[in-house]
């Protein structure tokens, strides 16, 4: 079992663009007017520095640059970060993502739905810290629900909430299954359990959170474990 210590980490898979916290999808482009689809067909999405970013759809990476931490103004356009385009499977549109630190991708890697891609990186000299998300065609809600989870991600990836982490091991009417289940297979539970603390953990609504409300959190999943020792 992992010390806590080593919770500090996000999912490599997760079915919400933002490894499950919910999102505002803008309404229309972010940058109208501007040379390519890239630009003028693209979303800005709001997320806290750190934010982990999640595939959209499945595809094979057919360019990657990284213009590094400060911004660029090139062709009129500002350039930031891990930038890369996916040619998406099964004849949907090409989608393209910036703005993005410590991407886990490149040039000619596969990438799978709800793969996790990199994080939001800083906007030095803004407060708009956000994923640019393009489509070639169409709106990126042909990727996303309303909520920010994944279309694509339905049937493949299996969606958890933090609140039902222990459902399958606490929740049981029979006793008898409720405690072979929390004693017998004890790394089962241990893994459930540190699946639910990360959920919460990288969610956009705990890193928005005070350092006394975090602290809370923390000390009540510390006692989940408690509860199951």
């Known amino acids: 079992m992992k010390k806590l210590t080593d919770l500090f980490e996000v999912m490599a898979n997760s079915n919400h663009l933002y490894g499950g916290s919910s999102l505002k999808i803008p309404g229309d482009g972010a940058h109208k007017g501007q040379e390519g689809w890239q630009s003028n067909n693209a979303w800005d999405i709001k997320a806290s520095i750190g934010t982990p970013v999640y595939a959209v759809v499945g595809g094979t990476l057919k360019t990657y640059s990284d213009y590094g931490p400060y911004p660029r103004r090139i062709n009129g356009k500002t350039l930031f970060g891990g930038s890369f385009t996916v040619k998406s499977d099964g004849g949907l549109p090409n989608v393209y993502y910036t703005h993005l630190k410590d991407v886990t991708v490149r040039q000619g890697s596969r990438v799978e739905c709800g793969q996790l891609l990199g994080y939001v990186m800083d906007f030095p000299g803004s407060d708009y810290d956000h994923l640019h998300i393009g ?7 042909q990727f996303l629900n309303n909520d920010g989870t994944l279309k694509c991600s339905n049937g493949k990836i299996t969606p958890f909430t933090p ?8 929740s049981s009417t029979d006793n008898s ?4 289940s929390s004693s017998g297979d004890f790394d089962t539970v241990a893994q459930n359990i540190q699946n639910g603390i990360l959920g ?3 969610s956009a609504a705990f890193m928005k959170e005070s350092v006394s409300l975090k602290e809370q959190r923390l000390i009540k999943n ?5 509860k199951l020792l």
């Open 135 to 141: 489509v070639e065609t169409g709106h990126v809600r």
């Open 177 to 180: 299954s409720t405690t072979n």
């Open 163 to 170: 609140e039902s982490v222990l459902s399958t091991n606490t």
């Open 200 to 202: 919460s953990l990288t």
């Open 222 to 226: 510390i006692n989940k474990i408690k």
